[in-house]
């Protein structure tokens, strides 16, 4: 039995469209309901786009399914729809049960109520009536960890503490469904680990799930089926282990876009002259077997070779590399003067090789910066940043997290325990 039906779903949003009542709603509501026709795409106007497209999925009874996909891919869009705050242009949505939907914040929340004001608010929106309320309070007060702070008005609460009441509220409904957000990223780490049980016990009651997250280990740990949305298009589903490779690709791809154009738009901080007698003329990138290549495999190893060219001799110049991980992070740096290498003197054409061996960085994008100095290292003659560098995931690893993988060797001494007896 299907808990829910997104069959054929279609859904339009007009850019900088803002509705602020529900005098303001309601006619525009009406408006796109009247102009819908058959084929979907001939009716954007200007300035409209369509979030979702097409898009088809079912959820049985007692089933988790885990949606990712890069932001604006129309995740959220869809809980939205389901949790009826939207509707759709074109499409049917079926949902057979009862629902309950943790999709913002503070969803539900009246910031000028008290914790416990909220909780009877919030979970009469959801559908408790109010002696389930008072049935499960207590309950609900303990899951969220504001016992000190429920008669406080929410507006003091951090969002952390919003999210832990208003996740606590979801789960105490008795759902039959159970929509969960990327809210629950706002939480610390134990209580997220909190949700994660919470959510297996739902499971085991037969409850479904609807799980929108950038965790992929959360995804893993839980799902069985992921769909990836990219365009507001469903372009994978199936198992994590098979989906989560290429929901990391489009993200890798996105992120290598906006890094490449963040690097482009920046100027350099140190004075360059205009006419450089020094010049880069090409940097390679070469995997262990000396193949050139820009997409490489965790543990693989790097190595960096530069063109160049001097117009005129230059007594000792000092060559130096950065790697840059796309959110701005020097993961590490070298120069031939650090590491008391002479170039002696060059000029005319030659290259420059740089092995790095395996630098175990995890899955990224990343900057390869590479420049030339004065011997003392006082004025940079050039500084080439516009040669970048992928590592994928490894699948077997799942999505990995810091700067670098360590290469750890894990060692256990158990000893006797014997139990005293006084």
């Not at 007009?14 to 006619?27: A, F, M």
């Not at 891919?73 to 869809?78: C, D, Q, Y």
């Not at 939480?187 to 297996?200: I, L, P, T, V, W």
């Not at 790697?323 to 650090?338: A, F, H, I, L, M």
Request: hydrophobic share 40%.
């Amino acid at each position: 039995m299907n808990t829910i039906e997104f069959n054929g779903v279609w859904k339009k949003f007009k850019k900088g469209e803002r509705l602020y009542s529900l005098r303001d709603w309601i006619p525009s509501a009406f408006k796109k309901i009247f102009s819908i026709n058959g084929n979907g795409k001939d009716n954007l106007k200007e300035r409209e786009f369509w979030a979702l497209q097409n898009v088809n999925f079912h959820v049985k009874k007692g089933e988790v399914l885990g949606i990712i996909g890069p932001n604006g891919a129309g995740k959220s869009t869809i809980l939205k729809l389901l949790s009826k705050i939207l509707v759709p242009n074109k499409g049917e949505i079926k949902i057979n049960g009862r629902l309950s939907a943790l999709i913002e914040i503070t969803a539900g929340f009246h910031h000028e109520f008290t914790g416990r004001e909220n909780i009877y608010f919030n979970g009469s929106i959801l559908g408790m009536t109010k002696k389930e309320i008072d049935e499960k309070f207590d309950s609900i007060v303990e899951f969220s960890g504001v016992e000190e702070f429920i008669d406080t008005p929410v507006k003091r609460y951090s969002s952390g503490m919003m999210a832990r009441l208003g996740f606590s509220i979801a789960a105490h409904v008795d759902p039959d469904i159970l929509l969960v957000d990327e809210v629950l990223s706002v939480g610390d780490a134990a209580f997220r680990a909190k949700c994660a049980q919470k959510m297996r016990e739902l499971l085991d009651l037969d409850v479904t799930i609807v799980l929108v997250s950038h965790n992929l280990s959360l995804i893993q740990s839980l799902c069985k089926r992921v769909i990836l949305l990219e365009g507001g298009k469903v372009k994978e589903e199936g198992v994590p282990e098979e989906v989560i490779p290429h929901y990391q690709e489009a993200v890798s791809k996105k992120r290598r876009q906006e890094f490449e154009k963040k690097v482009k738009s920046q100027g350099y901080k140190i004075d360059i002259r205009e006419e450089s007698p020094f010049k880069i003329s090409d940097v390679s990138l070469f995997d262990g077997e000396n193949n050139r290549k820009e997409d490489f495999r965790i543990g693989e190893p790097l190595s960096i070779r530069v063109d160049y060219e001097a117009k005129e001799e230059i007594e000792s110049p000092a060559f130096s590399l950065d790697v840059v991980r796309s959110d701005g992070v020097v993961c590490c740096s070298s120069n031939t003067k650090s590491d008391n290498f002479l170039t002696g003197s060059i000029k005319g054409k030659g290259t420059l090789n740089i092995e790095l061996g395996k630098l175990n960085l995890v899955p990224g994008v990343y900057l390869v910066k590479v420049s030339v100095w004065d011997r003392d290292m006082l004025h940079a003659y050039v500084i080439r940043k516009r040669d970048f560098f992928k590592i994928a995931a490894n699948e077997s690893k799942g999505y990995e997290k810091g700067v670098f993988l360590p290469v750890a060797k894990w060692l256990i001494r158990q000893y006797e325990y014997k139990n005293a007896n006084i």
